[in-house]
């Protein structure tokens, strides 16, 4: 953000009826480079006295999102970001041990006609798909510095990012993608991601491959600021221990996309968000490459649930008998249905198949839901002390 004496475009005598034109206060703000005190100032100086404290708010508002939204915006947006990640590639998808070190690095991306160049660190993560073999692409992180990013940069404000990569083919990747999309519609206590297609250069033979489709994933503690709460860890914890709904909530949505793969007491793909010391935790679920919806060719069920595939639904929520529990979660799934729907259908980034596929799987949710009897089948299975509900996995093998 520049600061300047004037603001340029009232230095071009704009009047009132040309500020009608606007399309809104956010272009004027980006036309004007001003400091938002001279903003302010200026733009005020134009409004009646009845229309005023109306406008100061909105003006509140839109900075405050400016000033505080800095980090996130790399998220507000869902256009895919297309960027390259250039390093010693080889030595870095070489460093897939236990405690892989930070290599260093450049993210290069196209901006308003000029190419943006940030040097950053990066070392592999994850588990199976860090492992040499399963994946040529092991997950990333990425760690920025405030430092070396340029104020103006989409990536201002991140500091440590997951990067999901591609194990076996892209498609899967947008597969998971569309999942943080439907979690972001039931609740906003859940992590954005941004698809993103990275093409690879390794720069001790430099070479480039791609460019492949990736996941970029917000921050657990930005996601946490967003919801005015903290992210905590807390091992050991029982789902009774949750904020009820918020839970339920989660475990019909794992259910609806046919995931298993997660648990409260392990903290197994779930993070935990709680407003004050005094709260309940509110479980919010990321990596979904083991939801049936997904149909990863490596995702399998544990065996300790006696699934035959990841297709095969099964709620692993705590044992509650009377469904009128279920009724308002029920209710804002059914209100949802549309809008999940219209993230797949027509969607130019799916095959016909996978959208045909996907709606089917979606239509077999629904139908369970809205029928009383399917409904308590399978939602107080976790109350059947001969059936595997109550399994705790710490940990889902993946198998080739």
């Given at each position: 953000?520049?600061?300047?004496?004037?603001?340029?475009?009232?230095?071009?005598?704009?009047?009132?009826?040309?500020?009608?034109?606007?399309?809104?206060?956010?272009?004027?703000w980006i036309i004007t480079c001003c400091t938002p005190e001279r903003f302010l100032s200026i733009f005020t100086s134009f409004l009646n006295k009845n229309t005023k404290r109306l406008f100061l708010a909105l003006l509140y508002l839109i900075f405050t999102t400016y000033a505080f939204g800095q980090s996130s915006r790399l998220f507000d947006v869902d256009d895919v970001l297309e960027f390259t990640l250039s390093s010693d590639l080889k030595s870095v998808f070489r460093d897939r041990g236990d405690d892989?070190?930070?290599?260093?690095?450049?993210?290069?991306?196209?901006?308003?006609?000029?190419?943006?160049?940030?040097?950053?660190?990066?070392?592999?993560?994850?588990?199976?798909?860090?492992?040499?073999g399963n994946c040529q692409y092991p997950p990333l992180w990425l760690n920025f510095a405030k430092s070396t990013?340029?104020?103006?940069?989409?990536?201002?404000?991140?500091?440590?990012?997951?990067?999901?990569?591609?194990?076996?083919?892209?498609?899967?990747?947008?597969?998971?993608?569309?999942?943080?999309?439907?979690?972001?519609?039931?609740?906003?206590?859940?992590?954005?991601?941004?698809?993103?297609l990275v093409t690879y250069h390794n720069e001790s033979k430099d070479k480039s491959s791609g460019p492949y489709y990736g996941i970029l994933l917000e921050e657990e503690n930005q996601?946490?600021?967003?919801?005015?709460?903290?992210?905590?860890?807390?091992?050991?914890?029982?789902?009774?221990?949750?904020?009820?709904?918020?839970?339920?909530?989660?475990?019909?949505?794992?259910?609806?996309?046919?995931?298993?793969?997660?648990?409260?007491?392990?903290?197994?793909?779930?993070?935990?968000?709680?407003?004050?010391?005094?709260?309940?935790?509110?479980?919010?679920?990321?990596?979904?490459?083991?939801?049936?919806?997904?149909?990863?060719?490596?995702?399998?069920?544990?065996?300790?649930?006696?699934l035959t595939s990841t297709r095969q639904r099964r709620y692993r929520g705590y044992c509650i008998q009377n469904m009128e529990q279920f009724a308002p979660i029920f209710q804002t799934f059914n209100q949802l249905k549309n809008e999940f729907y219209a993230v797949y259908q027509d969607n130019p980034l799916l095959s016909n198949g996978y959208?045909?596929?996907?709606?089917?799987?979606?239509?077999?949710?629904?139908?369970?839901?809205?029928?009383?009897?399917?409904?308590?089948?399978?939602?107080t299975y976790p109350c059947d002390p001969s059936g595997t509900g109550n399994v705790i996995i710490r940990g889902l093998k993946e198998i080739e």
């Open positions: 953000m520049n600061t300047k004496s004037e603001c340029d475009c009232f230095n071009n005598n704009l009047t009132v009826k040309d500020l009608n034109y606007w399309s809104g206060l956010k272009q004027l892989p070190q930070y290599h260093p690095a450049t993210v290069k991306y196209q901006a308003e006609g000029s190419i943006i160049a940030i040097p950053l660190k990066i070392k592999t993560r994850g588990h199976f798909r860090k492992i040499s990013t340029p104020k103006k940069s989409v990536f201002r404000g991140q500091d440590k990012m997951k990067l999901v990569t591609p194990c076996r083919g892209e498609d899967y990747v947008i597969h998971e993608y569309l999942v943080y999309k439907l979690y972001n519609l039931i609740t906003p206590q859940s992590l954005r991601a941004r698809l993103v996601m946490a600021k967003r919801n005015k709460s903290e992210s905590i860890e807390k091992m050991g914890l029982n789902p009774q221990h949750m904020q009820k709904d918020e839970f339920l909530r989660m475990a019909v949505f794992e259910y609806m996309i046919g995931n298993t793969d997660w648990s409260i007491q392990y903290m197994q793909n779930i993070k935990f968000l709680v407003e004050d010391s005094t709260a309940l935790p509110t479980p919010v679920p990321y990596d979904f490459d083991h939801a049936g919806i997904v149909d990863a060719p490596y995702a399998k069920p544990a065996p300790e649930l006696k959208q045909k596929q996907t709606i089917k799987f979606l239509d077999q949710f629904f139908e369970t839901i809205n029928d009383p009897k399917k409904a308590e089948e399978a939602f």
